[in-house]
């Protein structure tokens, strides 16, 4: 497995700037849903660090579920067809969730999800996402917390993977696509 230091670009966001920022969200979400019980609801894989950091700010009680959804192709981009391959353990009716997320990019996966979860008549449905990259908008999407725009360039770490590994880095950082080897997996 290559060394991501082969294929750095540049640490676009450090641990530092991480902590502090979703320290800053669960604070703004424990004021706002005061007296409220949020139901966190956790897009799998890439949200589950951001996830667990955010909840550790939340002041107020909550729980927790997960969904795993598919929309990427061998491209590294969104395909705008979304595939639910995890659904929610629990009943979300006339309940306040909030959808974590790890990065928004066309909207696609957001709206679908957003979209899937109304059905199911929660009380309210807001977004909370770390990253946001506005550029490649393609579908129009809320985002109620938002951690940190970013330009429109390949990202991994802290969640995030190229090519399912690397998330367990504690920041953020851009690919130099040139100098990346993928190799075949398993």
Not at 73 to 79: A, I, K, L, M, Y
Request: glycine content about 6%; overall charge negative.
């Amino acid at each position: 497995m290559q060394d991501y230091r082969e294929f750095l670009d540049e640490i676009l966001i450090s641990e530092a700037e991480l902590q502090q920022r979703i320290a800053e969200l669960g604070e703004q979400i424990s004021k706002d849903y005061q007296g409220d019980n949020p139901h966190l609801i956790c897009i799998l894989r890439g949200g589950i660090l951001f996830l667990t950091d955010l909840m550790r700010h939340i002041r107020v009680p909550n729980t927790i579920d997960f969904m795993a959804v598919s929309s990427y192709g061998v491209e590294r981009q969104s395909t705008g067809q979304v595939r639910i391959t995890l659904d929610l353990k629990d009943d979300i009716q006339d309940r306040n969730v909030l959808l974590v997320e790890d990065i928004v990019d066309s909207g696609y996966t957001i709206a679908s999800v957003l979209s899937f979860l109304n059905m199911r008549h929660p009380k309210t449905l807001k977004v909370c996402a770390l990253l946001d990259k506005p550029e490649r908008r393609e579908v129009d999407v809320p985002i109620h917390y938002l951690g940190f725009t970013i330009p429109n360039k390949f990202v991994f770490g802290y969640g995030l993977d190229m090519d399912e590994y690397y998330r367990n880095l504690p920041f953020i950082a851009t690919v130099d696509l040139d100098r990346y080897q993928p190799e075949n997996k398993h």
